[in-house]
């Protein structure tokens, strides 16, 4: 079992940036690709960004490409996303999740651990 606890949400300015961490406990960070998910009130989950096992490869929805950026540190055990240029429309519930293996997803139902998450509000 992984326990993941997302931290660094909170309430922003259109423009402004956020980081996001998620701390991960249990098993071996290191054998888990790692992704970052958003839910709006009222919106499904949705993809945002994620990182694989050794941090070297990356991606990102569209909608955040050029802002948000993913990184991972395997000695601390953390997830990161870096997200610039913040809008209203990334106002939602950030969650991280992970995946044991090689390969990575974009889908929700394909990861098996999640955080509890952290609300990001950007205000215009």
């Known amino acids: 079992q992984v326990q993941l606890v997302e931290s660094g949400g909170g309430l922003m300015q259109a423009g402004g940036s956020l980081r996001l961490s998620c701390a991960a406990s249990g098993r071996t960070f290191s054998n888990y690709a790692m992704g970052w998910f958003r839910q709006a009130p009222g919106k499904e989950r949705e993809f945002v960004s994620v990182?694989?096992?050794?941090?070297?490869?990356?991606y990102y929805a569209d909608s955040v490409k050029g802002r948000f950026t993913i990184s991972r540190d395997n000695a601390k055990n953390t997830v990161y996303l870096q997200m610039n240029s913040l809008k209203p429309e990334d106002t939602a519930v950030y969650y991280c999740?992970?995946?044991?293996?090689?390969?990575?997803?974009?889908?929700?139902?394909?990861?098996?651990?999640w955080g509890q998450g952290t609300q990001v509000t950007v205000s215009s």
């Open positions: 990182i694989n096992r050794s941090g070297g490869s990356t």
């Open positions: 999740a992970g995946r044991y293996g090689t390969s990575w997803t974009t889908i929700v139902g394909e990861y098996d651990f």
